[in-house]
């Protein structure tokens, strides 16, 4: 219909107006075909009258559109308003939008065209409602998550906040380390061990595709045994550009919704970059505190243990020994054999030290040929008889290179503590010092503590 002007009910009443004028004009002539008098039909003043009351019904029909469909549209305009405003009130912050259906939704009482239309405004406030609501938990999630740095907690955190979004009693996160999915973080379930061997756990790692999981009544799924009874399970791998960090796995005692599903890959992605984030950061500590060649404590990190364990020792009353190690005529092993067969030399004596050491005892590389040994709870006998194990061991044992088999020997020194009255640790590596520069200059390749 063409418009008239710019208001709908403004052309509204102009064409119903005209047709009231133009029914007006015909309606003398219709009365004609139904027997009235020409006489009277067509006199003008029952044109006049016809078309009146032609204005009149128009009049009517205006005033009757305002109030049914005009009553309707403000309502709908109001709540629009009302929504706008409050989207512009919570811009840009972590808030909800607070639309329920008694304050945002508009009466659906009729089957027409305005029926429909607040049916269709009713499902996008829902909509809307939760596509920021989505938003809302994806920025508190990612925020929680870049506040974490640790790869254990970080795990703990994410999957405890994840369950809570989704509803879901059960999950688990593992993540892959040297081939092999390690569980780093469980809650709800028990048994959980075997994860990491599930077939469908496996597959989902590999293909990088969500497995989705359903469980059908009296069966339990192997390694998730949980203290409740699983009829779904989603197994979702975590992904950071195409490379594979690991796998979350929700079980639900009822299946997951499809919005649910569909929402998991938003929380996964913060979650991906987040865990990448955090094993970096691992492996920078790794690398700030262990000794590249040998993959033990480097120095700078070494004596600070050793600074935390004496103070420990000293307030709880116990004993600590110190021994140093020092490779007997290393210079001239790399003279004949050059610095790659030194090198091997280093990490042959580094594992095999290390493979006596009991649990807590700490090795350390000082420098060059030098290694230190941190032995917690160890009075002078215990130290020495952990410096002959090991003195003893490099001696029986040959380092290979080639068709050559290397003999090397090693020279020990010590301290213990609290046989030696030491006031701070740099006291115990000054007396295993001076037992190793004993040791040196009497022979080399024996103890002394």
């Known amino acids: 219909m063409v418009r008239l002007t710019k208001r709908v009910f403004t052309d509204l009443a102009i064409w119903m107006m005209g047709f009231g004028i133009f029914v007006g004009i015909i309606f003398p002539f219709f009365m004609l075909l139904l027997g009235m008098s020409a006489d009277i039909a067509l006199t003008w003043w029952f044109f006049c009258?016809?078309?009146?009351?032609?204005?009149?019904?128009?009049?009517?029909?205006?005033i009757?559109?305002?109030?049914?469909?005009?009553?309707?549209?403000?309502?709908?305009?109001?709540?629009?308003?009302?929504?706008?405003?409050?989207?512009?009130?919570?811009?840009?912050?972590?808030?909800?939008?607070?639309?329920?259906?008694?304050?945002c939704h508009i009466p659906v009482d009729s089957e027409d065209a305005i029926g429909a239309s607040s049916l269709a405004f009713n499902n996008l406030v829902d909509t809307l409602a939760k596509s920021i609501q989505i938003e809302v938990d994806i920025r508190t999630y990612?925020?929680?998550?870049?506040?974490?740095?640790?790869?254990?907690?970080?795990?703990?955190?994410?999957?405890?906040?994840?369950?809570?979004?989704?509803?879901?009693?059960?999950?688990?996160?593992?993540?892959?380390?040297?081939?092999?999915?390690?569980?780093?973080?469980?809650?709800?379930?028990?048994?959980?061990?075997?994860?990491?061997?599930?077939?469908?756990?496996?597959d989902t790692l590999q293909t990088l595709k969500r497995s989705i999981i359903d469980i059908p009544k009296g069966i339990l799924l192997d390694g998730?045994?949980?203290?409740?009874?699983?009829?779904?399970?989603?197994?979702?791998?975590?992904?950071?550009?195409?490379?594979?960090?690991?796998?979350?796995?929700?079980?639900?005692?009822?299946?997951?919704?499809?919005?649910?599903?569909?929402?998991?890959?938003?929380?996964?992605?913060?979650?991906?970059?987040?865990?990448?984030?955090?094993m970096t950061h691992d492996q920078v500590q790794k690398l700030a505190a262990v000794d590249p060649l040998t993959g033990i404590y480097n120095s700078r990190f070494g004596i600070s243990r050793l600074h935390e364990e004496f103070i420990r020792t000293v307030k709880q009353g116990g004993a600590l020994g110190v021994v140093m190690i020092d490779i007997d005529h290393f210079k001239q092993i790399n003279d004949a054999y050059g610095h790659t067969v030194g090198d091997r030399v280093l990490r042959s004596i580094a594992n095999t030290a290390r493979n006596q050491l009991r649990e807590g005892d700490i090795i350390v590389r000082l420098g060059g040929?030098?290694?230190?040994?941190?032995?917690?709870?160890?009075?002078?006998?215990?130290?020495?008889?952990?410096?002959?194990?090991?003195?003893?061991?490099?001696?029986?044992?040959?380092?290979?290179?080639?068709d050559q088999n290397i003999h090397v020997t090693v020279s020990l020194g010590g301290a213990s503590f609290p046989e030696l009255d030491a006031e701070y640790e740099k006291e115990l590596i000054e007396a295993a010092d001076r037992a190793l520069y004993m040791v040196k200059n009497s022979g080399r390749n024996r103890v002394a503590i």
């Open 49 to 62: 009258v016809c078309m009146v009351a032609g204005l009149f019904v128009g009049a009517v029909n205006i």
């Open 64 to 103: 009757l559109a305002r109030r049914v469909v005009g009553a309707r549209l403000v309502l709908l305009a109001q709540h629009m308003q009302g929504i706008e405003n409050h989207l512009k009130s919570i811009a840009g912050k972590n808030e909800p939008l607070d639309c329920t259906p008694k304050n």
């Open 142 to 202: 990612t925020q929680m998550l870049t506040s974490h740095l640790e790869t254990g907690e970080l795990c703990r955190s994410a999957l405890v906040s994840l369950m809570e979004m989704i509803n879901a009693p059960g999950g688990a996160i593992l993540l892959e380390e040297g081939g092999e999915l390690v569980v780093h973080c469980t809650v709800g379930l028990s048994e959980s061990e075997s994860l990491g061997e599930n077939p469908m756990v496996l």
């Open 224 to 278: 998730v045994l949980t203290s409740f009874r699983p009829e779904q399970v989603i197994v979702e791998p975590i992904v950071y550009k195409q490379l594979p960090l690991g796998v979350v796995v929700l079980a639900s005692s009822e299946p997951f919704s499809k919005e649910i599903q569909d929402n998991l890959d938003l929380f996964g992605t913060s979650l991906a970059l987040a865990l990448h984030n955090a």
């Open 369 to 402: 040929d030098e290694f230190m040994l941190v032995l917690l709870g160890a009075n002078r006998a215990d130290a020495t008889d952990v410096a002959e194990k090991i003195r003893r061991q490099i001696e029986e044992k040959r380092v290979s290179y080639g």
